[in-house]
């Protein structure tokens, strides 16, 4: 049994990646990311007996989240106008010749991070754990605590509003190219 239980801490780590994912688009700020993952881990470990077992990665960022909603009280929440930089944080593509291709690439995958960043907490929060870490309804639900329609409502709604956002970018994208055709 001992070693089963080390075996199950030691799962936990291969989902730091996830965690600092979660908490640094929360916290918008690699250190405070950085910190709220390492609390978490703490969190975790010092309560690791009261895992019933299950999904272990939805256990550990329903800490992280709580550790990252923690901090935003005790700093005062931040608004939706605050600089995100995620250099250094984002998956880079696979290297490609063309410099024209990886600069567009480039432009949209900001356009990407300013729109998500533009959006309410929980709108993000829950593009992020369904679109980036591939978490299920049920997951989603179990990790933010709210039935699973509620989450299907909020992806909704989230998409929704990331649509928004990005739309006057795209319609500004091709504008000049209408206007060069004309």
Known sequence: MQLQEESEEVQLLSHLDAAYNLARWLTRDAHDAEDMVQEAYMRAYKRFSTFRGGNGRAWLLSIVRNCSYDLLKRNGARTCDDSFDEEGYIMKTTSTC???????????????????????????????????????????????????GTVMSRISRARNRLHQNLAPQVDAERTPSIRKEC
Do not use: K, Q, T, W
């Open 98 to 148: 063309d410099p024209e291709a990886a600069l567009l690439r480039e432009e949209r995958a900001e356009r990407v991070r300013n729109a998500l960043a533009d959006l309410l907490p929980e709108h993000c929060e829950i593009l992020i754990l369904r679109e980036m870490e591939e978490l299920s309804y049920r997951e989603i639900a179990s990790i933010i605590g709210v039935p699973m």
